[in-house]
């Protein structure tokens, strides 16, 4: 028996990093998990990693999975996945929004409308328009949860002085996106309680080193005094936690992944469910 055995789990961004690992852990739960991300085939992106792979990894298990191509950043395409996975698997139990976009090394003056735009329409509204889509369903059969994506950029900067990753990194416009996704989280808790319906957002500890992380040219920084990693496998068991609570109890939340699990008392476990997770390595070196 697994925890999220009979549900109907839509993860998006599922095609590599975290998206993956939360996808092969509710798999590996039991869950019927729907992949979505625009990269569907091996080698058609410029990043490792696939929606293909995401499911055969998941299949290897033992475990359900379909993969259905959504670009989060196009309404018509969101519209089109949900109604896809309706029709094909007849409810969404769990809907994880984790794709995201992000606009980093470019200085706040030098933003354009268009990334700006963008960054928005990835990380805030197109979470709110999943949800707005599969949360009647979710209501009326008195049960659902709905867990977004967050980051510790949405912190407020500490200073002055101010860290050379808050001087220099770009962050600002990601962060205040993810600022805006928290809000959102305690909004909607807040406006669905009582209806058995959830809405938590969680965000790594510390960095999880994947596929993206790597791509942003965040090395750079992992020689400094403060930085510190976290096992993907962390925000698996996390998401996991968060997915499986009373919904009518454990709701409107924002908490920092292992913080949390120390705080329930949950240990880390492999991406199988079969054992701790013990000593752990960057995903992406």
């Known amino acids: 028996m697994g925890a999220l055995d009979g549900k109907i789990a839509v993860v998006t961004g599922a095609s590599r990093g975290v998206g993956e690992y939360i996808s092969v852990r509710f798999g590996a739960e039991g869950a019927t998990v729907v992949c979505t991300a625009r990269t569907v085939e091996p080698g058609s992106s410029s990043e490792p ?10 299949e290897q298990l033992g475990g359900k999975a379909a993969a259905v191509r959504c670009d989060v950043a196009d309404p018509a395409s969101r519209a089109a996945m949900v109604a896809e996975v309706l029709e094909r698997f007849g409810r969404i139990d769990i809907l994880v929004n984790n794709a995201a976009a992000d606009s980093y090394g470019i200085p706040f003056d030098q933003q354009t409308d268009a990334q700006w735009n963008y ?39 500490a200073g002055p002085p101010y860290s050379q990753y808050d001087r220099g990194s770009g962050v600002l416009v990601y962060g205040t996106s993810k600022a805006a996704l928290n809000r959102l989280t305690a909004g909607l808790a807040a406006e669905l309680d009582g209806t058995g319906v959830a809405v938590n957002a969680m965000m790594p500890t510390s960095v999880v080193w994947t596929p993206g992380v790597a791509r942003l ?20 068991e996390c998401a996991l936690a968060l997915c499986t609570g ?39 070196e």
């Open 49 to 58: 990693g696939s929606l293909r792979e995401t499911v055969a990894r998941i």
């Open 119 to 157: 960054v928005f329409e990835m990380n805030v509204r197109a979470p709110f328009d999943l949800i707005r889509r599969v949360v009647s369903g979710m209501r009326a059969r008195g049960q659902g949860w709905v867990l977004n994506i967050s980051s510790r950029t949405s912190d407020l900067p």
């Open 217 to 236: 040219g965040m090395a750079q920084y992992r020689n400094s005094p403060l930085w510190s990693e976290e096992p993907a496998e962390a925000m698996a």
């Open 246 to 284: 009373d919904p009518n109890v454990m709701t409107g939340l924002v908490v920092r992944s292992t913080e949390y699990l120390e705080l329930i008392g949950r240990t880390i476990r492999t991406l199988d469910g079969r054992s701790e997770l013990g000593e752990w390595k960057p995903v992406v």
